[in-house]
């Protein structure tokens, strides 16, 4: 039976499918053990001398946008589209040195070509539960990414990587992820109270974190705000997170050089200041290079009567 399109706004799937489709909160289910293991005591606010940034400097950050849900009557697939890219700081620059973007039709065996746009195959992880299914397909677009990610950081040499989320690739040399929303807590309420005092340019002591087999010291630091607007406590607030491994510690007192100096401001970005300034560019190259919204919805539409499995691949 042949495809047809189900759903080309997906912000108007009811219940969980439009909060799944729309992007839903990674690590949400994550938090702190049930045993807290502080890396640095006294538990108090602690500053830095400010050091120079390690050379070369990269950052990587991925995106990803559901295009259109596609049924053929008994299965439902999720075609979209996924990019990674890579800014580096260098003898004073700061430059895009790569991006990546593909388009991949998640549950799909085939390859499927509407007009110009190609979406590769991406089948499922063995058949998922009827109520899990866009849940299934979701999961599999942020797959697509993170391998993206993945591939694109495995070929980086030296230097720094700061990746914008959770440390979840490897690699030979340090890597600082940081998380600019808190959807959970990693501190129990008598050490959180540190937070809300935390001044710019100040972070937390590191505590540990055990995520899936990997081993990570964390900690909280406060960025710039600027003297305007009401704020909630949590702004300007950035977890960071390293592998427990090397000189971690070195790495957090680095944070506080690095990040402070590269948030952004209200006035360019609306998620200032912990949406870092090479980071938001980054996102808007990104953004460009997926291609408009509406003009993919546009050829998606006009081919929808011609939906066929391009046999050859493309």
């Known amino acids: 039976m042949a495809w047809r399109l189900y759903a080309l706004d997906l912000s108007r799937l ?13 690590g949400a289910e994550e938090g702190y053990p049930a045993s807290f293991q502080p890396l640095e005591e006294p538990w108090e606010a602690r500053r830095a001398d400010p050091v120079p940034w390690p050379e070369p400097l990269y950052f990587v950050d991925g995106r990803e946008r559901g295009e259109a849900v596609l049924s053929d009557g008994r299965r439902l697939a999720l ?9 580096v700081y260098q003898q004073g620059n700061m430059r895009l040195l790569e991006t990546r973007v593909r388009r991949v039709g998640v549950g799909l065996e085939e390859a499927l070509r509407l007009g110009e746009l190609v979406y590769e195959p991406l089948p499922l992880e063995g058949p998922p539960s009827p109520g899990d299914v866009l849940t299934a397909l979701q999961e599999g677009l942020r797959k697509a990414r993170t391998l993206l990610e993945e591939k694109l950081a495995g070929a980086l040499a030296g230097g720094l990587l700061v990746v914008d989320g959770p440390v979840r690739l490897r690699r030979q040399g340090p890597v600082l992820g940081y998380i600019k929303t808190h959807w959970a807590r990693y501190l129990p309420e008598d050490r959180e109270a540190l937070l809300s005092t935390l001044k710019p340019g100040e972070r937390t002591p590191m505590f540990r974190v055990r995520r899936k087999g990997q081993e990570l010291a964390s900690w909280y630091l406060r960025l710039p705000l600027t003297p305007e607007g009401v704020r909630p406590p949590e ?5 960071v997170e390293t592998p427990l491994q090397g000189d971690f510690g070195a790495l957090a007192d680095l944070s506080l050089s690095l990040f402070p100096a590269l948030a952004s401001h209200p006035v360019k970005d609306p998620r200032a200041p912990q949406n870092l300034l090479p980071v938001g560019g980054l996102e808007r190259e990104l953004s460009r290079r997926m291609g408009s919204r509406e003009v993919v919805a546009r050829i998606l539409a006009r081919h929808q009567d011609s939906l066929s499995a391009d046999q050859g691949g493309g």
């Not at 075609?79 to 800014?87: H, I, K, R, S």
């Not at 702004?235 to 977890?239: E, F, K, M, Q, V």
């Open 14 to 26: 009811e219940g969980t499918a439009g909060e799944v489709l729309s992007g839903a909160p990674e």
């Open 79 to 87: 075609l979209g589209c996924v990019a990674a890219g890579a800014v």
């Open 235 to 239: 702004s300007g607030l950035l977890r």
